[in-house]
T-cell receptor, first 118, second 109 residues
Framework: GAGVSQSPSNKVTEKGKDVELRCDPI?????LYWYRQSLGQGLEFLIY????????KSGLPSDRFSAERTGGSVSTLTIQRTQQEDSAVYLC????????????????FGEGSRLTVL | QKEVEQDPGPLSVPEGAIVSLNCTYS??????FMWYRQYSRKGPELLMY????GNKEDGRFTAQVDKSSKYISLFIRDSQPSDSATYLC?????????FGSGTRLQVQP
């Protein structure tokens, strides 16, 4: 597809269950980001992948959260032992890096995965 | 204190009004300042950006940055109902964008 694709679009789970959220970035984009948006809040940075470099995990809120990016393309965000406070929209974005390797500010976002933890 | 502060609104204006949306930030290292627009239940999309201090105009939209006061503004002229959305300011840091909480704008026909 032409844009960033995320699945599932909606996920309802019970407290304590694990969930996996998938992101398929735009082909050729080397940078991939995960953000979280809680109701009425801005976007909270979670993790950033750039090419083959080690990911920047500094935004992950706890060790229950992890993410991987396979083959420099598809990424999966995993939340273990979900809690009610994990309920949010999880947004994935991809972008091209500049020739210098620096980030650009033009991120292309998917429509998000809406997670509800009961 | 958050790195980026933004009035959440909501802001309701009549069609044709001039809208002013504002953010403040604390990190003086920010050089690029983005504005994203987010429609309901959609991902944000880049509206425009400014480098360092100054103004940038794009149609009905003007972005303004004052680095001395760490103040970011977005002006919308002749606002339209289709402008109804949440507007997020987002300075670019070394790793990723730092988003404000967003201002929800409603333009009444």
């Amino acid at each position: 597809g032409a844009g960033v694709s995320q699945s599932p679009s909606n996920k309802v789970t019970e407290k304590g269950k694990d969930v996996e959220l998938r992101c398929d970035p735009i082909s050729g984009h080397t940078a991939l980001y995960w953000y979280r948006q809680s109701l009425g809040q801005g976007l909270e940075f979670l993790i950033y992948f750039q090419g083959n470099s080690a990911p920047d995990k500094s935004g992950l809120p706890s060790d229950r959260f992890s993410a991987e990016r396979t083959g420099g393309s598809v990424s999966t965000l995993t939340i273990q032992r979900t809690q009610q406070e994990d309920s949010a929209v999880y947004l994935c974005a991809s972008s091209l890096a500049q020739a210098s390797g620096a980030n650009t500010g033009e991120l292309f976002f998917g429509e998000g995965s809406r997670l509800t933890v009961l | 204190q958050k790195e980026v502060e933004q009035d959440p609104g909501p802001l309701s204006v009549p069609e044709g009004a001039i809208v002013s949306l504002n953010c403040t930030y604390s990190n003086s290292a920010f050089q690029y300042f983005m504005w994203y627009r987010q429609y309901s239940r959609k991902g944000p999309e880049l509206l425009m950006y400014t480098y360092s201090s100054g103004n940038k105009e794009d149609g009905r939209f003007t972005a303004q940055v004052d680095k001395s006061s760490k103040y970011i503004s977005l002006f919308i002229r002749d606002s339209q109902p289709s402008d109804s959305a949440t507007y997020l300011c987002a300075p670019l840091g070394p790793r990723a964008l730092t988003f404000g909480s967003g201002t929800r704008l409603q333009v009444q026909p």
